[in-house]
């Protein structure tokens, strides 16, 4: 894998770091950057604004998240950015399921209704599987095999688990890759053993209790608002923001990286990328295998009438509807026109790419569901491509060659894209951030 040989001359501006990418990692990133010293860093984007794939969208009143996205007051991104804590709110937010059984109950799993529901004979069947895997399905080779081994194939069935799984990740459970299942499905060890669950039926012990932390999200304003706090506070220490970039090549002499970005020539001493693994790969010039990402799409709703449940944010478990997670923003900013509003999640090839489908599926699921009875309108839709990464089979081991390459160009890749690993925090993306800088 080598760069395309080309001239690399008249560069007009230079920095001591360029950072691609404003996301979380990114904005970290450059923090980390001007407290290690540097004084004049780049951080470009080809999106128009800053957070990555935190993104808002409104109608008139109603303000919408492609995601749903929740903070903690004691998230260690406040360490770079303090200006953010006041400007989230501060929610109080529960969780649910609807699960195959049709009810809406605890997430991720339940035992009143996924084990005691399940009556005498399915007692023996959830028991008698969990023996069986560990006795006879020990070789794991994929994330269903991983979830199979813990709580047994009749409760990864009967909870809706292997279904969620594969709404989440676009593949099904079987071709899930092995590693992501090791590195981000341990909950299902810890939370959802059987173990676990018969530990939760006894009498709980008197305890004393730690200290918690808050739940906050972005302010009504938008994340523009929000990441406003964290702009103007790298903008002081020395960074400058280089937004809607178009992105052409990227090339080295030995000591000197050059960007080439909207028709403009920019050399740097240093590179770090957050972008996608392939994006970045393309603009060395690199031949690599395509890496898959979901696309999301997300229906924006409102609603007046009774709804079937009282959690801010329900997840999908049933063997039906395409939808996996929606989120009541209406909850937590107040109603609008009177009206519920919230946002619905759905992976975009699951319904051929298209909000009329989309929209159509969800309606017809969460009617025989019992989940919405009223008036329930479509305010708007919103496609997001490389939402994040689709972990079939070898596509860890893929990306892992394409990042070595990048590492021995010079290139330092990590992040939700641009280590191609989901992070499902801004905690976990901070603190990935900060290692990997701190190497």
Not at 109 to 136: E, T
Not at 214 to 223: S, T
């Amino acid at each position: 894998m080598e760069a395309a040989a080309r001239n690399l001359t008249g560069a007009t501006e230079h920095y001591e770091a360029i950072v691609l990418g404003a996301g979380i990692t990114g904005l970290v990133s450059a923090s980390v950057l001007l407290a290690q010293g540097c004084r004049r860093i780049l951080v470009a984007d080809t999106y128009n604004h800053v957070g990555g794939n935190h993104i808002d969208w409104s109608t008139g009143d109603y303000t919408f998240d492609a995601g749903s996205f929740i903070f903690q007051d004691d998230s260690p991104l406040l360490r770079h950015f303090p200006e953010l804590l006041p400007r989230y709110m501060v929610i109080f937010p529960d969780w649910g399921r609807l699960n195959p059984q049709g009810v809406v109950t605890s997430y991720p799993i339940s035992v009143k209704d996924d084990i005691l529901g399940a009556g005498p004979m399915g007692w023996i069947r959830i028991f008698s599987s969990v023996l069986y895997a560990r006795l006879f399905q020990r070789k794991i080779r994929n994330a269903k095999e991983f979830a199979r081994y813990w709580i047994g194939g009749y409760l990864l069935h009967r909870s809706g688990l292997e279904s969620y799984m594969k709404r989440f990740y676009g593949v099904p459970p079987d071709e899930i890759d092995i590693q992501l299942a090791q590195k981000r499905m341990l909950w299902i060890s810890e939370h959802a053993s059987v173990a676990n669950l018969v530990r939760r039926l006894l009498p709980p012990r008197r305890q004393q209790k730690g200290p918690t932390n808050q739940q906050l999200i972005r302010p009504k304003q938008g994340f523009s608002h929000l990441y406003k706090a964290a702009t103007e506070r790298l903008e002081q220490g020395g960074a400058t923001f280089l937004l809607g970039a178009t992105f052409q090549t990227l090339e080295r002499n030995e000591k000197t990286f050059f960007l080439h970005v909207n028709d403009r020539t920019i050399s740097s001493d240093r590179v770090i990328s957050t972008i996608p693994v392939n994006h970045v790969g393309a603009m060395c010039g690199f031949k690599s295998e395509q890496l898959s990402s979901v696309t999301l799409l997300s229906l924006f709703f409102s609603f007046s009438g009774q709804r079937g449940f009282t959690q801010s944010i329900l997840y999908n478990f049933s063997h039906q509807g395409a939808w996996k997670r929606l989120t009541m923003h209406s909850d937590f900013y107040g109603h609008a026109n009177g009206r519920d509003y919230f946002a619905v999640e759905v992976i975009a090839a699951d319904v051929d790419f298209s909000a009329e489908l989309g929209e159509q599926n969800f309606r017809n699921h969460v009617q025989a569901a019992g989940l919405f009875d009223g008036d329930l309108k479509l305010e708007g839709s919103m496609l997001l491509e490389n939402a994040y990464p689709i972990y079939s089979k070898q596509s860890g081991a893929r990306a892992a060659e394409t990042i070595r390459a990048l590492e021995h160009f010079g290139i330092e890749s990590f992040g939700r894209q641009g280590g191609f690993d989901y992070q499902p925090t801004a905690r976990v993306s901070t603190i990935e951030a900060e290692t990997a800088l701190s190497r």
